[in-house]
C-alpha cells in the first residue's frame, strides 16, 4: 500500500443553475480520518464524488498520489480515473451495495480479479481480510442473508481488498441502528487509518464526526469551518 | 368504490415521465410485437384448415404443430412486458404506501395500468399484423404465395385476441407484483436464492412415460381430430418435460461455471443464472422445443425429397418452409422477451450498477456478463434439443443427411440466425443501461 496525500483547490461543480460546489478547497494527508457534514443537499457527496473522480468539476484541480508522484485526477481519462478508482480507492456506500448473487467471498474477491489476480489468489487473499473485521464463516454467504452490519463489514472488506490507499465512504452507517453504527464505524477506523490509510467519510451522525480526525462543514457547497473531530459533539454541529 | 379509486389512481400514475417513458414503450412495443405473431400465426393456421383436396390432414396436423410451439414463446414474450409493466411502478407504489394505501389497492392500480398498456399494445399490434400482412402473403406453400387476404382472420378473431392479450397481462402482472414487496419505504427484491428441485427429473420422466402411453392406447384409425389431439397432447407433454428439466440443466451447467469461473465476466453471468434458473430458463425456454421439432421436420423433409415425388415433393418443400417460419416467429419472440426482461433487469439493478461504476467496475465488464447471462442458457437451450434431434435419427436417416443435407443446414443456418436475433436484442438493451449511468451523473 502506497500512500496517497489529496489536494483539492477550488473545485466548483455546477448542475442547471445550482451551484453544488462553490470554490471548495479539501485535503487529506495520508492516515488522517476526514468527515464532510452538511445538510441534504449541501453538496457533501458531490465534493466526495469529486476527489474520488466519479463526477469532474468544472473548474479547480485535485491532486492525488504520493508526494513523489502526483497526478492531476480532472486531466485523467474516464477510463484512466475508473482505474485509479479501482486499483487506488476504495469504497463504502450506505446500503452496502454488494452484489445480491454473489457470495460474500466473492463480492470481496471481485475487484481482485477485476485487476488480473487468479481466481485462486483473489480468493485467498479476500479470505484473509473476514478475520480481521470479525465474518469469518460468512465467506459463503449471499447478501441477502447477512444482517445490514455484516453486510456493511463485507464492504468495508471489498473497499480495502485491493490495497487501496484511500477509503471513500458516503454515509456508511446512514442505514444502521445506533449499536451497530458504532460497531461497524470502529471497524471502519480500525481497517483504514489504523492501517495507514485516509479516510473521507460523508456523514449526517454528529457522533461519527466526532470520531474523525477532523470535520469539514459544508453549506450551500461552501465549506464553512474545520475543526477537530472531538469538538463537533460539544457543539452539535451537523 | 375501491374499484374506482383504483380506476383514478391508475389514470393518474399512467401518464410517463423521465425514465419511466422507456418502461412503458417497451411493453407496448412488446406487446404489439407478440400480438401481431399471433394473429400471423392464428391466420395462418386458419387458412390451412380451410384447405380441401390431397394431404389436407397433414397440412392440419403440421399447423396444430406450428401452433403448440409457437404459442409458448409468444404467451411468455406478453407475460414478460406484463411483468415489466407491473414492475417498473415500484417507486410509484411505494408513494402509495407511504400514503396508506392497502397492498390490495396498489395490486389493483398495477394490474389496471399494466393491462391498459398490453391492451394499447395489442391494438397496435393489429395495425402491424394488418401492415405486415402484404409481406407474409408472399410466403409460397402448396406451390403458390399465400396472399394478404387469405391470412386475414377477421375483425371479431382479431378483437378476441386482443382481449386473449390483455387477459395473459392481467394474470401475469399479477403474477409479477406477488414477486416484489411493496412497503412504504421501497421495493424489496427477493433476497434469497431459489432452489431448483431434483424432484422435477422423476415428475418429468413420468410426464414422458405417461406420455408414450396415451398415444400408444388411442386408436389411430380414430381420423384426424384424434391425430391432431395426440400431437398437441405430445407436444404439450413435451413442453412440459423441458420446463420441469430445463431449468435443472441451466442450473448444472452455471453451478460448475461458477465454481471455476476464472474471469469476473463468466463468474457474475453464473451467479446471475443461479441466482433465477427458472426465469432464465422461462425467457429462453421457448425456443428448445422448436429447435428439436425443427431438426426432426428438416430431416422428415429431406427424406420426403429424396424418396418422394409430386405431391410428396410440394409436402416436403412446405414443410422446410413451415420449420423455417416457425424457428423465426420463435426466435423473434424470444429476442423480444429478452430485450424487455433486460430493460426490467437493468432498472432493477440500476443502484448497484451505479456502484460498481463508482468502484472501477469496467462497463463493459458489467454488460458482457449480461450477455453471457442470456446467451448461455439460450444456447443451451437450442442447440442441445437440436443435438439431441440429430442423434435420434441418425441410424434412420444418417444416409440421407449426408446426400441430402440442405435442410439441416437451412436449419442449422435458421438456429444461428436466431441466436443473432436474441444478441441484437440484447445489444439494443445498451441504451437503456446507458440511460441508468447517464441519469447518475446529472443527479450527483
Redesign the interface.
Same mark, same amino acid.
Given at each position: 500500500m502506497t500512500s496517497i496525500d489529496i489536494r483539492a483547490r477550488g473545485l466548483v461543480k455546477r448542475?442547471g443553475q445550482t451551484t453544488a460546489l462553490d470554490h471548495v478547497d479539501f485535503a487529506a494527508s495520508p492516515g488522517e480520518s476526514v468527515a464532510i457534514m452538511g445538510a441534504s443537499g449541501s453538496g457533501k457527496?458531490?465534493l466526495l464524488?469529486s476527489l474520488?473522480g466519479?463526477?469532474l468539476p468544472d473548474e479547480g484541480s485535485i491532486l492525488v498520489g504520493e508526494p513523489s508522484s502526483v497526478v492531476e485526477l480532472t486531466e485523467m481519462s474516464e477510463?484512466d480515473r475508473?482505474?485509479? =478508482? =479501482?486499483?487506488r480507492?476504495g469504497?463504502v456506500?450506505q446500503?452496502g451495495?454488494l452484489?445480491?448473487? *454473489?457470495t460474500a467471498l466473492?463480492n470481496v474477491a471481485?475487484?481482485l480479479? *477485476?485487476g488480473g489476480r487468479? =481466481?485462486r489468489d483473489s480468493f485467498a487473499s479476500a479470505s484473509t481480510l473476514f478475520g480481521p473485521l470479525r465474518i469469518d464463516g460468512l465467506q459463503s454467504k =449471499?447478501?441477502?442473508?447477512l444482517s445490514g452490519g455484516q453486510a456493511q463489514r463485507v464492504a468495508i472488506a471489498?473497499a480495502q481488498v485491493t490495497g487501496a490507499s484511500v477509503i471513500f465512504a458516503d454515509e456508511p452507517t446512514g442505514a444502521l441502528d445506533s449499536a451497530t453504527s458504532k460497531e461497524v464505524l470502529s471497524a471502519l477506523l480500525e481497517s483504514t487509518t489504523g492501517q495507514g490509510r485516509t479516510l473521507v467519510i460523508v456523514t449526517h451522525d454528529p457522533e461519527v464526526g466526532a470520531r474523525c480526525d477532523r470535520v469539514v462543514h459544508i453549506v450551500d457547497g461552501t465549506l464553512l469551518a474545520t475543526e477537530p473531530g472531538d469538538r463537533v459533539v460539544a457543539t452539535g454541529r451537523a | 368504490m375501491r374499484g374506482v379509486v383504483a380506476l383514478r389512481l391508475a389514470g393518474m400514475m399512467i401518464k410517463p415521465t423521465g425514465v419511466s417513458k422507456a418502461t412503458v414503450a417497451l411493453p407496448v412495443v412488446a406487446f404489439a410485437v407478440a400480438t401481431a405473431m399471433l394473429l400471423i400465426v392464428v391466420g395462418g393456421a386458419s387458412e390451412i384448415f380451410r384447405w380441401t383436396g390431397a394431404d389436407v390432414d397433414k397440412y392440419r396436423s403440421l399447423a396444430v404443430v406450428a401452433v403448440v410451439l409457437l404459442v409458448v414463446p409468444i404467451v411468455t414474450l406478453a407475460s414478460s412486458a406484463a411483468r415489466l409493466s407491473a414492475r417498473r411502478r415500484d417507486d410509484r407504489l411505494a408513494i402509495l404506501r407511504l400514503l396508506g394505501a392497502r397492498p390490495a389497492l396498489v395490486t389493483a392500480v398495477t394490474v389496471l395500468e399494466s393491462t391498459a398498456y398490453a391492451a394499447a399494445g395489442a391494438i397496435l399490434g393489429v395495425a402491424l399484423y394488418g401492415a405486415s400482412l402484404p409481406l407474409v402473403g408472399f410466403i409460397e406453400l402448396r406451390g403458390a404465395p399465400l396472399g394478404a387476404s387469405a391470412l386475414w382472420v377477421g375483425p371479431v378473431a382479431a378483437a378476441g385476441i386482443v382481449a386473449a392479450v390483455a387477459a395473459v397481462s392481467c394474470i401475469s402482472s399479477l403474477v409479477g407484483i406477488r414477486g416484489v414487496v411493496v412497503s412504504p419505504l421501497g421495493v424489496k427484491l427477493r433476497t434469497t436464492a431459489p432452489r431448483v428441485r431434483w424432484g422435477r427429473l422423476v415428475v418429468g420422466a413420468v410426464v414422458v412415460v405417461v406420455a408414450i402411453l396415451v398415444m400408444n392406447s388411442i386408436d389411430r384409425g380414430g381420423g384426424f381430430i384424434v391425430i391432431a389431439a395426440v400431437m398437441a397432447g405430445v407436444l404439450g407433454a413435451l413442453l412440459l418435460v423441458l420446463s420441469l428439466v430445463g431449468p435443472l440443466v441451466v442450473r448444472l451447467v452455471a453451478v460448475a461455471e461458477a465454481r471455476f469461473a476464472s474471469s469476473p465476466v463468466r463468474l457474475l453471468a453464473a451467479r446471475k443464472i443461479l441466482d433465477d434458473p427458472k426465469g432464465t430458463w422461462r425467457a429462453v425456454g421457448g425456443v428448445a422445443l422448436t429447435s428439436f421439432i425443427a431438426v426432426v421436420g428438416g430431416v422428415a423433409a429431406s427424406l420426403s425429397a429424396v424418396e418422394g415425388q409430386g405431391d410428396a415433393l410440394l409436402l416436403a418443400a412446405d414443410i422446410q418452409t413451415g420449420v423455417v417460419m416457425t424457428l423465426v416467429i420463435s426466435f423473434v419472440a424470444v429476442g423480444c422477451s429478452v430485450g424487455v426482461n433486460q430493460a426490467a433487469e437493468i432498472l432493477d439493478r440500476r443502484q448497484i450498477s451505479i456502484s460498481l461504476d463508482k468502484l472501477g467496475v469496467p462497463r463493459s465488464v458489467m454488460e458482457r456478463a449480461r450477455y453471457r447471462a442470456v446467451l448461455m442458457p439460450l444456447a443451451i437451450a437450442s442447440l442441445a434439443p437440436a443435438g439431441v434431434g440429430v442423434l435420434l435419427l441418425l441410424p434412420q436417416a444418417g444416409a440421407t443427411l449426408v446426400t441430402s443435407p440442405q435442410s439441416l443446414v437451412t436449419i442449422a443456418v435458421g438456429i444461428v440466425g436466431g441466436i443473432a436475433i436474441v444478441a441484437l436484442a440484447l445489444l439494443a438493451t445498451r441504451p437503456v443501461a446507458a440511460s441508468v449511468f447517464r441519469d447518475e451523473r446529472t443527479d450527483a
Open positions: 448542475y457527496t458531490t464524488h474520488a466519479i463526477v477510463s475508473s482505474e485509479w =478508482r =479501482r486499483t480507492f469504497f456506500f446500503q451495495m452484489i445480491p448473487e *454473489l466473492e471481485l475487484p480479479m *477485476l487468479s =481466481r =449471499r447478501i441477502g442473508q471489498r | -
